[in-house]
């Protein structure tokens, strides 16, 4: 990790991807998160509440085409749509609003274990922390490969790392691969039973199927 400064002459803090994967397992090690199997799910409401000692509004009133919010202060505040709260806590609500909910609240969490050292530093002026906000559009969850704020983007490579850690997606993505037969990766996307395994490694990590696919094609399982 390094600061660098951006074109408007804003500091940004780049990450190698494997720093990312690195700097989020670490995280989930030190919190006693990583799931034994056979359970794969990780407990994100525990990371953030309690590792990251975050306060957390699951209830928030936010617009309608913002999911959450990272507000950088003494104590970080995440904030997640009520309307998303309530979809996913509703009976029977299907595996994608789950998954959306919690690559919400593990997106704000990536927010605060990437970007903390550059928002939280005290202001020159004033010797408070800086209480910006990081406010993320439903587009960065709809199409995550297509924002161009480097923020979101670090954030979505760790939500990934948070909800799926790369050595145990890849144990369980090996596993389903072996289920079609000797395969050797990466596979073309164009394969129809790729939908299956994405949906398997969904409903093993819950998260979304669109999440699930992305993380086979960012580690090399599809080409």
């Given at each position: ?11 940004r ?16 090690f030190?919190a006693?998160?990583?799931p ?27 617009p ?17 749509s ?90 369980e ?5 072996r ?36 993380r ?8």
């Amino acid at each position: 990790m390094r600061l660098i400064a951006g074109a408007d002459g804003r500091r940004r803090i780049w990450y190698r991807a494997d720093e990312i994967e690195q700097l989020c397992y670490s995280a989930l090690f030190t919190a006693g998160l990583i799931p034994e199997l056979p359970r794969c799910d990780i407990d994100i409401e525990a990371f953030v509440e309690k590792h990251l000692g975050a306060d957390v509004d699951y209830g928030a009133n936010t617009p309608d085409d913002v999911l959450g919010y990272t507000e950088f202060r003494e104590i970080p505040l995440i904030a997640v749509s009520r309307s998303l709260t309530d979809a996913a806590t509703a009976i029977d609500p299907g595996p994608g609003i789950v998954g959306r909910w919690r690559a919400t609240i593990a997106h704000e969490a990536a927010h605060v274990l990437l970007h903390g050292a550059l928002y939280g530093a005290p202001s020159a002026e004033t010797g408070l922390p800086h209480r910006r906000p990081i406010r993320c559009p439903r587009a960065t969850f709809e199409y995550p490969t297509a924002s161009r704020d480097w923020r979101e983007v670090q954030a979505n490579m760790g939500m990934a790392s948070l909800l799926m850690p790369r050595e145990l997606f890849d144990r369980e993505a090996a596993s389903a691969m072996r289920t079609r037969g000797p395969i050797l990766p990466p596979v073309s996307a164009s394969e129809p039973w790729l939908d299956i395994v994405a949906g398997t490694l969904a409903s093993r990590f819950k998260v979304s199927k669109q999440a699930s696919r992305i993380r086979l094609e960012t580690m090399g399982y599809i080409g």
